[in-house]
């Protein structure tokens, strides 16, 4: 696998390769050379199958990671295809034409993470989460609890405990009471 | 008299079909979420004419519990309570995918005794939910008492996971570093009694379902999957295996102990709902001996878990892994990122029904009779909770 990213290096100006394991390997390439380079993997290099399409949200560094997972039957290897874009302009080619599934995953990025695929089929229509309206929840800036809190309590009748001091009262009755 | 020619009716525009509901030619129904010919909960959107399906829309969002969010705001262990729940059939996928990447991010080595101890639970559990697929597949035949019988068959497998894990459909059994516990004294013999109880029903199945003039006049020809949509579908699994290729993971990338078996790619040809229906029949066989062949290997002595570092302080350095196991419907991987704190950074699960339910489905619907959904539906094997995680 190495060989095979040393030869390619040069001419999609790939960068930082890590050997996982045994049947895994990741390498980094630029948002301008993502698709030509992925469209080399399926059509020259045998990575037919295409496993995952996901994004990881790097708020500090203020960029998404966007990660394609191939699998080549042949060298039964796996590489995952790290691109890192600008998170204030969260904008990715689409590869709905190499894969029927990819429109499906870049849907969900696109609500999940806010990633727009341009022409991608479907993909401003809602997957999951119909109307929504606040900022897309993987996002790791979306707070949960906020969100809950603010939604759904408080609602009539139900009340929280502290648990700690739920089963204490409820286990050493007369003690709490002293 | 109807014209069935769907090559020319309705007519297609950029590849859509062009669908006036108002002419009356067309009806809009939905199947599901709740419905007995869905698998789980998921909705189809169906555009018919007269029986046939033209057009087709899967819906999901009816049990989508934000897993992945919610397992970036725990630490490492608090996440198997989370994991398993990600699929009823087959928990114990998603628990050991979990387990291993952490144990390969974290530098864990999982001692030998305990590795065969998770071999002998993920087949287990693969013939679980491969019993639990052909319940399903007969039941949307029409055929309610296989449907029983397979059930029945599942429990007992269920009743040796609670003797072995203290829980029936959830078990967080594999843990980082090994097992929760080893097997009990003489679990091979109740092992052993359930395949053979086991062996009996599927040979009895076979004989009803398999020889049912109704089963193979629905199932025969009913969504072929053509070897060239395999790759542009992501198909995997039986799915892919009855459409002729070779493709396991536990043979391509062996993991656990699997490398250690003997086992084959069943494949078939034909690539329809029979075919499909028959590759699982074989692939339970298959999972039997697997299963015989391990107990005969399982060590007897020896540590069955790996002291880790206390788990709710331990930090595992920042990097990024992707690991695959072989589920009933085919490759299931967790994508797991890790930052160096005391909890995940990002999980993300890829389950086999993403694309089989929402690509694959839609494209293979069309011109199917409405009657013979459930039966495509389950003959892909399809499971929204994997779509929604």
Redesign the interface.
């Known amino acids: 696998m190495k060989t095979l990213i040393d030869e390619l290096k040069k001419k999609y100006e790939l960068k930082k390769f890590t050997q996982q394991n045994e049947f895994t390997c990741f390498v980094t390439v630029s948002k301008k050379h993502a698709v030509p380079f992925i469209t080399h993997l399926r059509d020259v290099e045998n990575f037919t199958h295409l496993s995952l399409v996901t994004a990881v949200d790097r708020i500090e560094e203020d960029l998404f990671q966007i990660t394609y997972i191939l699998h080549n039957y042949q060298l039964k290897m796996d590489l995952g295809v790290r691109v890192f874009i600008n998170r204030n302009e969260p904008v990715m080619e689409s590869i709905h034409h190499l894969w029927k599934q990819a429109a499906t995953y870049q849907r969900e990025l696109k609500e999940m993470f806010g990633i727009d695929f341009p022409g991608s089929p479907g993909v401003d229509e809602s997957l999951f989460l119909e109307g929504w309206d606040n900022i897309p929840p993987m996002r790791r800036d979306f707070d949960t609890r906020k969100y809950v809190s603010e939604t759904y309590f408080p609602r009539k009748g139900r009340k929280t405990h502290d648990p700690a001091t739920y089963m204490r009262n409820k286990l050493y009755p007369t003690e709490n009471s002293q | 008299m109807i014209n069935t020619d769907r090559s020319k009716y309705p007519k297609k525009i950029d590849g859509k079909p062009e669908i006036d509901l108002d002419s009356g030619k067309y009806l809009k129904i939905w199947q599901g979420p709740q419905h007995p010919g869905v698998t789980g909960n998921m909705a189809l959107e169906l555009t018919i004419c007269g029986d046939e399906v033209v057009e087709c829309k899967t819906h ?2 009816y049990l ?1 519990r ?1 897993f ?3 397992m ?2 725990r630490k490492f262990i608090q996440n198997f309570p989370i994991v398993c729940r990600i699929c009823v059939p087959e928990p114990d996928t998603n628990e050991y995918l979990y387990a291993t990447a952490i144990e ?1 991010l974290g530098g864990i080595k999982v001692p030998e005794r305990a590795l065969w101890i998770r071999t002998l639970n993920l087949e287990l559990s693969r013939l679980g939910s491969f019993l639990m697929q052909v319940g399903g597949q007969a039941g949307a035949f029409g055929m309610g008492t296989v449907t029983q019988w397979s059930i029945t068959h599942r429990d007992y497998i269920l009743d040796l996971f609670e003797e072995m894990t203290g829980g029936r459909v959830y078990h967080m059994y594999m843990l980082p570093g090994g097992v929760r516990a080893p097997l009990p004294e003489g679990f091979e013999d109740r092992v052993e009694a359930v395949l053979k109880k086991t062996e009996k029903i599927l040979s009895d199945i076979e004989k009803v379902l398999l020889n049912n003039a109704v089963f193979k006049g629905r199932a025969m020809g009913l969504g072929i999957i053509t070897p060239d949509m395999v ?4 198909v ?1 699994g039986p799915n892919a295996r009855a459409a002729g290729l070779k ?1 396991d993971v536990r043979i ?2 062996p993991y656990e102990k699997y490398g250690e078996l003997d086992l084959k790619y069943i494949t078939g040809t034909k690539s329809d709902a029979y075919e499909r229906t028959l590759v699982r029949f074989q692939e339970m066989f298959q999972s039997i001996s697997i299963i015989r062949q391990i107990m005969k290997k399982m060590p007897e002595k020896g540590p069955f878990y790996v002291k880790t570092p206390n788990v709710l302080y331990w930090k595992i350095p920042a ?6 196991a072989e589920a009933t419907r085919g ?1 299931y ?1 967790y ?1 797991v ?1 890790t930052d160096g704190s005391d909890k995940p ?2 999980v ?1 699960v ?1 389950g086999p029904s ?2 089989h339910a ?3 489905l839609q ?1 293979l619907i069309v011109n199917v009779d409405i009657a013979d959904v459930p039966g495509l539906m389950t003959s892909l094997h399809t499971c929204p909770p994997e779509i ?1 995680r």
């Open positions: 999901v969002g989508h934000g992945e969010k919610l970036e705001q390969e790759d542009k579908y992501g995997v493709r391509d990338t990097g990024e892994t992707y690991k695959k490759e991987g994508y990122v950074r990002r993300c890829r993403y694309t929402i690509a694959l494209d929604e």
